[in-house]
């Protein structure tokens, strides 16, 4: 009997799941196997096992590896599936490993950003099979402190300013800074889990709950256009095999 195709999702913290990206995903007969690294021990199958790998948004941070005795474990899985060309997608946290995987410096922003903010998407995003699904200048959804360098030969598809956001590692590992799988209902519960933040990084929680109306029915389509994106690479590697 042919396997479904299986992807190895990494979750580090319990508020920040695939949350709108589960959607597509099973829709495309993927099985997701979720690795909680704060709560289960680390998979004992290899990267070859899988067809892909979501490495979601942590409170840790890249400068804090020796501090978490799982980030050593993540950081060899990217470096396989970069070697193997598995279809690696990291969001946030895991975008900032991917760049530290890949061999470029990660270090605290000179300019947080928390809440809404738009990201302006070049040319070369367009022509990306996975990228080209959130559009020319999306607003997007963020939580982070941190940022990196574009690592050598990695191709930037979009920025804020000068931070970069969204890039891609060789022929199969995309990165983005901004949460992409979060939805309404999650961007509520952190409204108010993390208010303080909010309240002083981001114009506050009234003003963010407002942005939030305005745009999360386009964003949840961007979402789920791109989760549906992500799974057709997943569904072309585990066809390859």
Same mark, same amino acid.
């Given at each position: 009997?042919?396997?479904?195709?299986?992807?190895?999702?990494?979750?580090?913290?319990? $508020?920040?799941?695939?949350?709108?990206? =589960?959607? +597509?995903?099973?829709?495309?007969?993927? $099985?997701?196997? +979720? #690795? %909680?690294?704060?709560?289960?021990?680390?998979?004992?199958?290899?990267?070859?096992?899988?067809?892909?790998?979501?490495?979601?948004?942590?409170?840790?941070?890249?400068? &804090?590896?020796?501090?978490?005795? #799982?980030?050593?474990?993540?950081?060899?899985?990217? &470096?396989?599936?970069?070697?193997?060309? @598995?279809?690696?997608? /990291?969001?946030? !946290?895991?975008?900032?490993?991917?760049?530290?995987?890949?061999?470029?410096?990660?270090?605290?922003?000179?300019? +947080?950003?928390? /809440?809404?903010?738009?990201?302006?998407?070049?040319?070369?995003?367009?022509?990306?099979?996975?990228?080209?699904?959130?559009? %020319?200048?999306?607003? @997007?959804?963020?939580?982070?402190? $941190?940022?990196?360098?574009? +690592?050598?030969?990695?191709?930037?598809?979009?920025?804020?300013? $000068?931070?970069?956001?969204?890039?891609?590692?060789?022929?199969?590992?995309?990165?983005?800074?901004?949460?992409?799988?979060?939805?309404?209902?999650?961007? !509520?519960? #952190?409204? =108010?889990?993390?208010?303080?933040?909010?309240?002083?990084?981001?114009? /506050?929680?009234?003003?963010?709950?407002?942005?939030?109306?305005?745009?999360?029915? %386009?964003?949840?389509?961007?979402?789920?256009?791109?989760?549906?994106?992500?799974?057709?690479?997943?569904?072309?590697?585990?066809?390859?095999?």
């Amino acid at each position: 009997m042919t396997r479904s195709p299986r992807i190895l999702v990494i979750q580090h913290n319990l $508020d920040d799941h695939l949350n709108e990206l =589960a959607l +597509p995903l099973m829709q495309a007969g993927i $099985d997701v196997v +979720p #690795w %909680d690294v704060e709560n289960q021990p680390a998979p004992t199958e290899p990267v070859e096992a899988f067809d892909g790998v979501i490495s979601l948004g942590a409170i840790a941070g890249v400068m &804090e590896e020796s501090q978490h005795t #799982w980030m050593p474990i993540e950081r060899r899985i990217f &470096e396989r599936a970069l070697e193997l060309e @598995v279809p690696l997608l /990291g969001i946030c !946290f895991g975008s900032q490993l991917l760049a530290s995987a890949a061999g470029a410096e990660v270090y605290k922003s000179a300019t +947080p950003e928390v /809440g809404w903010t738009r990201v302006e998407m070049n040319a070369a995003a367009k022509s990306d099979a996975v990228m080209a699904a959130l559009g %020319d200048s999306p607003s @997007v959804f963020h939580f982070h402190y $941190d940022t990196f360098d574009l +690592p050598t030969g990695a191709e930037l598809f979009g920025v804020t300013g $000068d931070i970069k956001q969204a890039f891609k590692v060789g022929p199969k590992a995309w990165g983005m800074q901004f949460h992409i799988e979060v939805g309404a209902a999650a961007m !509520f519960s #952190w409204f =108010a889990t993390y208010a303080r933040e909010f309240e002083k990084l981001a114009g /506050g929680v009234d003003h963010q709950k407002a942005l939030t109306n305005e745009y999360w029915a %386009d964003y949840r389509a961007r979402s789920l256009a791109f989760g549906e994106a992500y799974a057709q690479e997943v569904l072309a590697y585990a066809a390859m095999r």
